[in-house]
C-alpha cells in the first residue's frame, strides 16, 4: 500500500548509516511502489556537493547494498527523486536554501543520521527556520544518550521544539521480521499466552551473537561497550516484547505503556549477575584492544546476564542475555524453556525433554517450537525432541529475500505516522536508569572484561553464569 507523498530531509545524508542503510531502503520501498512517485528525498551534510553529486553517491550506494532484484531505469527514476543542499547543522548556511526545497501539503521527515551532539543544533534550527510544521516528523538514531542525564537533558531538548508524537526514536530490532512477529505470535494465538508465565516457564535466554568486530568503529564503540550499545536498547527491547502483559490495542502508547511497566519491574542487577567479555588476539587476526586503539581499554564487547522481571507473571523465571562480538556465529535467538512436565508416565530410561520455543532473529528468521513424540519404529515407547518449524523466510514466497528491512518498514512508519515500532522519551530514560548503576558498578570496581577468544561463544564465566543455575546456554551456531 503506497504510504502518502513526503519531503524526507535525510541530516547526515553522505554518512555511513544513509549509504548502508536508509538510502537502499528507499529505493526497495520505491521499487516496491510503496514510496509514491512524487516523494522527494534531500541529502543535508557539510559536504559540498550538488544535486547531481548526491545521485552519483546514491547511485553507488544502491548499486553496493540494494540488492539486485532492480531494473536499471528504475534506478534512474528513484534518483529523480534525489536532491541535496549543503548544510551547516551549527550555523547558518543551507537553511534557507533546504527550506526552499521543501513543499506544502506533503508529510515533512527530518531524519537525524547524525551524531547525537548534533540533535538539539538541528531541533532548534528546523524550528527556528521554519522548516518544520506541526504535522512534522523527526526520526532520531540511537545512541540516545550517553546515559540517564544525558538522554534526560536531550529529551528535554528535544521537547522544546517538538511534542512527543513528532519524535520517532529508532531502535532497528523493533523492525526485523521477526521481533514484529513476536507479538503476533503471542496475541494473535491461544495456544501460548497461557503458558507464557512462571508457572509454566523455566527461564527465557535472549542472545544476539555477532561475528564483526569493532574495527573501524573503535572510537565510538570505545565509549560504549556491549551494555550501551546493545544491552541498553535492543536486548531490552526484545526483552520488553517477551514479558509484556498483552496491550489493549495495538496502538503505539498502548504498547509503549506496557513495555514501560517491563522496564520499570526490573530488578537491579547483582554484580555476580553480570559477566563482561573482552575478545582476545589470535594468529590471524588482532584483538579488541588494537580494534578499539585503546592499548588499556576496559570496554566489554561482550556481555552476559541474569535479570528478573519482578511482577506477578514473571517472579521467579529468569531471563539470561548476552550478546557480543566476534563470537562463533551471526545468531540471534530468543529461547523461551518451558519446564518439565510434572511427572513422566513413561519412566525415567524413556528420556524426558523441555519443550523449547525458539524464535530466530537471524539468520533464518523463523521459529521452532521442540516438542515430544515417541520415536518412530518398533523400539519401545522411547521419547524424542522433534523441531515443528517455521521459516519467515520461506513463509514470505520465492520472494522472501526482498521482504522489506528493519529500516525499510521503519522509515514507512514514520511517514505513515505510526510509533508503535519507535521508543518513547519515557521508555529510554527508564532504560538508562536500569543500565547506570550496572556500569557504575564495573567503574567502581575498576572491573577488567574476561578476555575470550575471537569465534568462541564469550568468556567461560558466561558458561558458568548458567551452570551455576543447573542451566546451560543454547548452543551459538
Ligand atoms: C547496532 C550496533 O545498533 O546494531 C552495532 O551499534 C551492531 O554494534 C548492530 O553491530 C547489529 O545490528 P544487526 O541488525 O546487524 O543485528
Redesign the pocket.
Known sequence: IPVECFDLVIFGGTGDLARRKILPGLFRRFCSGQMPPEAQIIGAARSELDDDGYRQFVREAVQEFGGTHYEKDQLDQFLQRLGYETVDAKGEGGWEALKGRLRDKVVRAFYFSVGPSLFGDIAERLRSFGLANEDSRIVLE?PFGHDLETARALNATLAQHFDETQIYRID??LG?ETVQNLMAVRFGNMLFEPLWNAQYVDHIQIT?A?T?SVEGRGGY?DKSGAMR??VQ??LMQLLCLIAMEPPAKFDPDAVRDEKLKVIRALDPVEPHHVVRGQYSADEKQAGYRVHAENPRSRTESFVAMKVHVSNWRWAGTPFYLRTG?QLRARA?EIAVVFKDAPHSIFGEEAGRHRNVLSIR??PNEGMTLGVTIKEPGPGGMRLIDVPLDMSFAEALGPDGEDAPD?YERLIMDVIRGNQTLFMRGDEVEAAWAWTDPIIASWVARNDVPKPYDAGSSGPEDALMLMHRDGRRWREIK
Open positions: 540511537k532497528h530490532y526485523k544476539v555477532e564483526v564503540y550499545d546493545m536498547n535492543h562480538k540471534s532473529l537471524q528493519a
